[in-house]
């Protein structure tokens, strides 16, 4: 069982990266990538928020949904759960860490529709995980995110010192380096 739940961690976080090869919530891993801080606050916040929409929705989908035979409402029902749950985060940064929810901007709203979010809860139904297992897949999940936007962070306050051809000013070296992370984590997919 321990091992299950190890192999299933190592693959959500590493090998199936959500950013780098399932390529869902790009919108914050792009945009929230400029300074290693304010990356490592929004992937705290991710994971918070994927981490227990992945508990509730969970519940909810088993002890109401199928109970009632209702399923059909996944979507709407996870989505409820996620905004509610973003909600909370953002009041929360809103009141205990004003500087972090000043960074996160715009883009804090926007984990309510990071598919990334919603892509999980869906991917914990369709693959029939149990409460266990679909909670560690949403950790894990989180935690992939957390470390390709972090590492993405770092590489972009290292090229501001870099003298980079006109072309590739801003974003295009951006998408070239996220290009270049998801190459190297393919890598990872002879690990398990």
Avoid: W
């Avoid at 304010?38 to 991710?46: E, I, Q």
């Avoid at 953002?90 to 715009?106: C, H, I, Q």
């Avoid at 804090?108 to 529709?113: D, G, V």
């Amino acid at each position: 069982m321990i091992r299950n739940l190890i192999i299933l961690s190592l693959g959500s976080a590493l090998i199936n990266n959500v950013v780098l090869s399932q390529f869902l919530g790009l919108c914050p891993f792009l945009g929230v990538s400029k300074k290693i801080k304010t990356a490592f606050g929004m992937g705290t916040a991710v994971i918070f928020v994927i981490t227990l929409s992945s508990i509730v929705t969970g519940l909810l989908y088993e002890h109401l949904l199928v109970k009632f035979d209702i399923t059909y409402l996944k979507t709407i029902v996870f989505i409820l759960v996620i905004a509610a749950l973003v909600q909370f985060v953002e009041m929360f940064l809103k009141r205990f860490v004003p500087p972090l929810y000043k960074a996160l901007g715009v883009y804090l709203p926007l984990i309510t529709t990071n598919c990334a979010v919603l892509g999980i809860a869906l991917t914990n139904v369709s693959k029939d995980y149990s409460l266990l297992e679909g909670t560690v897949n949403g950790f894990a999940t989180a935690v992939g995110f957390t470390i390709a936007i972090v590492i993405l962070a770092g590489i972009r306050e290292k090229m501001q010192y870099n003298d980079i051809p006109k072309a590739f000013k801003g974003m295009p070296i951006v998408l070239v380096s996220a290009g270049l992370m998801a190459i190297a984590f393919c890598g990872f997919s002879g690990l398990l």
